[in-house]
């Protein structure tokens, strides 16, 4: 399996996240029933429909948002990036209408690879990094 996992995540950064961002791409790297665990979502996001709902609210907000990888490592059925998000808020995002505002988020993803797609991604980041600047949290 070795780079097939970082083919993956580079993809979901690059053509899935980013902008313009495209939602068919995630059809091509997710499986069906991907989770995605992280700060900002308390449940968690089950299963491709919710991901992708959750990619369209990053493109309204965020309209031209950059997911950039700082790193990444490979192993097994693991891949671990850490990344930094860059983008203004243009759009209403987590009901918080657009500020103008300046984003900067620096994270850490850990990939799960399973049958050559994703099947779970969990983030680790300062939530306060992305809610302050559009006047959310504390």
Same mark, same amino acid.
């Given at each position: ?5 970082? +083919?993956? /995540? =580079?993809?979901?950064?690059?053509? %899935? *996240? ?9 059809? +091509?790297?997710?499986? @069906?029933? /991907?989770v ?5 979502? @308390? ?8 991901? +992708?709902?959750?990619?369209? &609210?990053?493109?309204?907000?965020? @309209?031209? &948002? /950059?997911?950039?990888?700082?790193? *990444?490592?490979?192993?097994?059925? +693991? ?8 983008g ?13 505002? =300046?984003?900067? /988020?620096?994270?850490?993803?850990? $990939?799960?690879?399973?049958?050559? *797609?994703?099947k779970?991604?969990?983030? $680790? %980041? ?6 302050? @600047? ?5």
């Amino acid at each position: 399996m070795a780079d097939e996992g970082t +083919k993956l /995540v =580079h993809t979901y950064y690059e053509e %899935f *996240l980013t902008a313009p961002g495209d939602l068919q791409i995630a059809d +091509k790297i997710m499986a @069906p029933d /991907v989770v995605f665990n992280n700060p900002i979502s @308390p449940n968690g996001i089950h299963g491709l429909p919710a991901y +992708k709902e959750f990619a369209l &609210r990053w493109y309204g907000g965020f @309209p031209d &948002r /950059v997911f950039t990888i700082d790193d *990444l490592l490979e192993q097994d059925d +693991k891949v671990a990036a850490s990344f930094t998000i860059t983008g203004t808020h243009r759009g209403v995002f987590m009901g918080a209408a657009p500020t103008g505002e =300046h984003i900067e /988020v620096r994270g850490m993803n850990i $990939f799960r690879i399973e049958d050559g *797609l994703i099947k779970e991604v969990t983030a $680790f %980041f300062d939530p306060g990094q992305l809610l302050k @600047p559009l006047g959310l949290g504390a």
